[in-house]
């Protein structure tokens, strides 16, 4: 009977240590959450503007610290095949249209051609308005088009090519396709976080994937994404491409045989196809010394120059190299790849210049 007792005694330490665990993780746990939301929340309200708006090349402050403050306001939502893209927003600086893609006022409603740009968020326009992106300053120095901005932030190469097929196979107008590569490819795939096919939120899509066990979720998620936060933060990744020269011609090569496929499916749609080797802040003779040390080691050192040797040696007339675009006396670069709306202006003046050489 006694030894009843104790063992019965014993259970019940054992559940009301156990009870108290629950609590004390479940209360831990809602705490890091209320965390987390309220970090989000902050960010939306609060955008930490002034590292990113430089003077020397946003002069109009005002109008930059509006147009950060809007894209904090962005949402993103899944879109088969090309991962992501925005959700629909109307601003006064930032107007996001039903399929997630930017928009600009139309010049015409009987183009003479369609052109249809790709790239990530240098094509997108981060840093400057609706009129002042790369496809916005085309349009204005080309009213009889009709320039379309199928531009996201982060995308790669692949992920235009997605983008690129999925307007094929419905058949829509295009007569001319560019694609404005090398920043987020050098970047984001050079970390090797996923297979050579990849893009920046691989490692996130796959683990939503995985199979989660709800109550471990409840009981430590949050703490693990906190957890998480805190060892990241301020550590970049190392690169795969700087310790490894074949990963390196690897990402290269796949870089340029994206735009060859893109070439042959802009050709089923009926368009001709160029692809432009972006500038970035890193190479070139830019105006950055309000940037800081640009540095002389970076992904883009080792990329582009892979690239550059490819499109010489297979003698590609239709990939072009804008890596010089920027050396000019102006201030240019918001960072070290997006750049303001005398950048976009230069660029969309120089594919203008292009494709009347090639007419």
Same mark, same amino acid.
């Given at each position: 009977?006694?030894?009843?007792?104790?063992?019965?005694?014993?259970?019940?330490?054992?559940?009301?240590?156990?009870?108290?665990?629950?609590?004390?993780?479940?209360?831990?746990?809602?705490?890091?959450?209320?965390?987390?939301?309220?970090?989000?929340?902050?960010?939306?309200?609060?955008?930490?503007?002034?590292?990113?708006?430089?003077?020397? @090349?946003?002069?109009?402050?005002?109008?930059?610290?509006?147009?950060?403050?809007?894209?904090?306001?962005?949402?993103?939502?899944?879109?088969?095949?090309?991962?992501? &893209?925005?959700?629909?927003?109307?601003?006064?600086?930032?107007?996001?249209?039903?399929?997630?893609?930017?928009?600009?006022?139309? %010049? *015409?409603?009987?183009?003479?051609?369609?052109?249809?740009?790709? $790239?990530?968020?240098?094509?997108?326009?981060? $840093?400057?308005?609706?009129?002042?992106?790369?496809?916005?300053?085309?349009?204005?120095?080309?009213?009889?088009? =009709?320039?379309?901005?199928?531009?996201?932030?982060?995308?790669?190469?692949?992920?235009?090519?997605?983008?690129?097929?999925?307007?094929?196979?419905?058949?829509?107008?295009?007569?001319?396709?560019?694609?404005?590569?090398?920043?987020?490819?050098?970047?984001?795939?050079?970390? $090797?976080?996923?297979?050579?096919?990849?893009? =920046?939120?691989?490692?996130?899509?796959?683990?939503?994937?995985?199979?989660?066990?709800?109550? %471990?979720?409840?009981?430590? $998620?949050?703490?693990?994404?906190?957890?998480?936060?805190?060892?990241?933060?301020?550590?970049?990744?190392?690169? #795969?491409?700087?310790?490894?020269?074949?990963?390196? #011609?690897?990402?290269? @090569? *796949?870089?340029?045989?994206?735009?060859?496929?893109?070439?042959?499916?802009?050709?089923?749609?009926?368009?001709?196809?160029?692809?432009?080797?972006?500038?970035?802040?890193?190479?070139?003779?830019?105006?950055?010394?309000?940037?800081?040390?640009?540095?002389?080691? *970076?992904?883009?050192?080792?990329?582009?120059?892979?690239?550059?040797?490819?499109?010489?040696?297979?003698?590609?007339?239709?990939?072009?190299?804008?890596?010089?675009?920027?050396?000019?006396?102006?201030?240019?670069?918001?960072?070290?790849?997006?750049?303001?709306?005398?950048?976009?202006?230069?660029? &969309? =003046?120089?594919?203008?210049?292009?494709?009347?050489?090639?007419?």
């Amino acid at each position: 009977m006694q030894e009843m007792k104790r063992q019965r005694g014993f259970a019940k330490l054992v559940m009301l240590n156990v009870l108290v665990f629950l609590l004390v993780a479940l209360s831990v746990n809602f705490l890091a959450s209320l965390y987390l939301d309220g970090r989000y929340l902050w960010k939306k309200v609060f955008v930490p503007i002034d590292e990113k708006a430089f003077i020397e @090349s946003l002069p109009d402050q005002d109008c930059a610290h509006l147009i950060y403050r809007e894209k904090e306001q962005l949402e993103t939502q899944y879109v088969p095949y090309v991962a992501w &893209a925005k959700k629909p927003f109307s601003g006064k600086t930032i107007t996001i249209n039903s399929e997630g893609e930017r928009t600009h006022r139309l %010049t *015409t409603d009987q183009p003479m051609k369609h052109v249809r740009f790709f $790239g990530g968020s240098t094509m997108w326009g981060t $840093g400057v308005d609706d009129q002042s992106t790369i496809p916005a300053h085309f349009n204005e120095l080309h009213p009889d088009y =009709r320039a379309y901005n199928h531009g996201q932030s982060g995308f790669v190469s692949r992920q235009g090519l997605a983008r690129l097929i999925n307007l094929v196979n419905q058949k829509v107008p295009m007569d001319i396709v560019v694609f404005y590569d090398g920043c987020n490819d050098a970047h984001n795939v050079c970390e $090797g976080i996923g297979p050579i096919n990849s893009h =920046r939120e691989v490692a996130k899509m796959a683990d939503k994937l995985e199979h989660r066990w709800y109550v %471990t979720d409840a009981l430590t $998620g949050s703490i693990r994404t906190v957890i998480q936060k805190v060892i990241k933060k301020g550590v970049e990744p190392p690169s #795969k491409c700087l310790a490894d020269q074949a990963y390196a #011609k690897l990402v290269a @090569s *796949t870089m340029v045989n994206n735009w060859k496929i893109a070439r042959s499916v802009a050709a089923l749609g009926g368009a001709e196809f160029h692809a432009i080797l972006q500038p970035v802040a890193a190479l070139g003779q830019p105006n950055i010394e309000y940037l800081g040390p640009r540095g002389d080691k *970076t992904n883009w050192h080792v990329i582009y120059p892979l690239v550059q040797e490819i499109k010489e040696r297979e003698h590609l007339d239709w990939v072009h190299d804008f890596t010089d675009a920027f050396d000019v006396k102006e201030y240019i670069y918001i960072d070290g790849c997006h750049v303001n709306s005398l950048g976009n202006q230069i660029i &969309a =003046r120089r594919l203008i210049e292009m494709l009347k050489r090639l007419e």
